[in-house]
């Protein structure tokens, strides 16, 4: 297990050591290195088992820092940065070779994100570096909301966990390109496509999700639990020969034969940012019993963060 703690200067003193440090972020927490540090940026990998194709987000405490590692913000991305940041956002931009290959696995764009999270933002506004951090779970896995779900699955790997209480969004932040400075959204995140398009007008939304795809985290099968989990409209109750073993991870009212205390409401009051808040928790939740051995889901209305949730759904549930 790693030690756990509020102090920021911990945090700070394993950082400047070269060391890995979960973060809290207002979406997911994040596994923590200097971006600069080729050295770092390797051990996250590793730590994560993700593959070198799949690049990182690199956070910075403002815009201003972002211009010291890209070459040119386009207008429509200086007006989102201006709008959202610090939030829910991660904007590629092209790079300056100060960022090493590793991070933007070769790519000639970074993605660049000012996370809202007080605790996080002070830390990064005292560092001199900026910070590479993808999600603080084993690559493919559910993301972690809360610090012990880091240190479940993650103890080990990380020298220490910043606590920064349970994260407000709970669902990774949408990223969004502007290749020939058009805006495009590659990943349905904590900031809805609404927000965005009431700021710059209409995006186009294209997710990547074939098996080694150029947004890379797109892949299909991913945010998976362990669990068997399947979509209400794939699963056939007659053909199940023990239902108590059925847990069901649903939006506002439980689903008729199967045991309420196996299902996992994500908004009673049928509100999706709550239910974006709780999804990983929920999952999660449902994936540690020994009592259940098959979930099933369904989709969430389709608007606002519902859209990034059905987003997981869809990949959770995809067979690989
Ligand atoms: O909310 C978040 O974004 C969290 C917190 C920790 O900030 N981070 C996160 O990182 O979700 P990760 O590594 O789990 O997902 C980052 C995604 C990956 O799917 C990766 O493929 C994509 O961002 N990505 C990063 N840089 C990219 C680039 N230059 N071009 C295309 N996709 C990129
Ligand atoms: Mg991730």
């Known amino acids: 297990m790693a030690k756990v703690g509020q102090d920021i200067n ?46 990182l987000i690199v956070h910075t405490s403002s815009l201003d820092k972002a211009r010291e590692f890209v070459t040119e913000v386009p207008e429509l991305a200086e007006i989102l940065a201006s709008r959202f940041w610090p939030g829910p956002l991660t904007i590629l931009l092209k790079r300056k070779p100060i960022i090493p290959d590793l991070v933007t696995s070769g790519l000639d764009t970074v993605g660049i ?73 590659l990943r349905l995140g904590g900031l809805s496509v609404e927000e965005i398009e009431q700021v710059i007008g209409p995006v186009e939304v294209n997710l990547h999700s074939s098996s080694k795809p150029d947004a890379p985290g797109m892949l299909k099968s991913h945010y998976a639990p362990k669990t068997e989990i399947i979509l209400l409209d794939d699963f056939n109750a007659q053909s199940v020969e023990d239902l108590s073993s059925v847990g069901a991870l649903v939006f506002d009212r439980p689903l008729d034969n199967i045991d309420a205390n196996k299902q996992f409401l994500l908004s009673e009051t049928g509100d999706v940012n709550e239910a974006a808040r709780r999804l990983f928790t929920g999952l999660r939740t449902l994936d540690q019993r020994n009592d259940i051995s098959t979930i099933v889901t369904n989709f969430v209305p389709n608007i606002g963060l519902g859209r990034a949730i059905n987003d997981r759904i869809r990949r959770a549930t995809a067979k690989a």
Do not use: M, W
């Open 113 to 185: 994100r000012v996370p809202a999270h007080e605790l996080t933002q002070k830390l990064l506004k005292e560092l001199d570096f900026p910070l590479a951090a993808p999600s603080a779970n084993p690559f493919g896995y559910v993301s972690p909301t809360a610090a012990a779900h880091v240190n479940q699955q993650l103890g080990k790997e990380v020298d220490f966990i910043l606590d920064g209480g349970d994260c407000t969004v709970g669902i990774e932040s949408t990223i969004v390109s502007f290749e020939e400075s058009r805006p495009k959204v």
């Open 10 to 55: 911990d945090a700070k003193e394993v950082l400047k050591s070269g060391g890995l440090v979960a973060i809290p972020t207002e979406t997911v927490y994040g596994l923590a290195g200097n971006a600069l540090d080729a050295n770092v940026v390797t051990k996250i990998f590793e730590a994560k088992q993700r593959p070198s194709f799949d690049p």
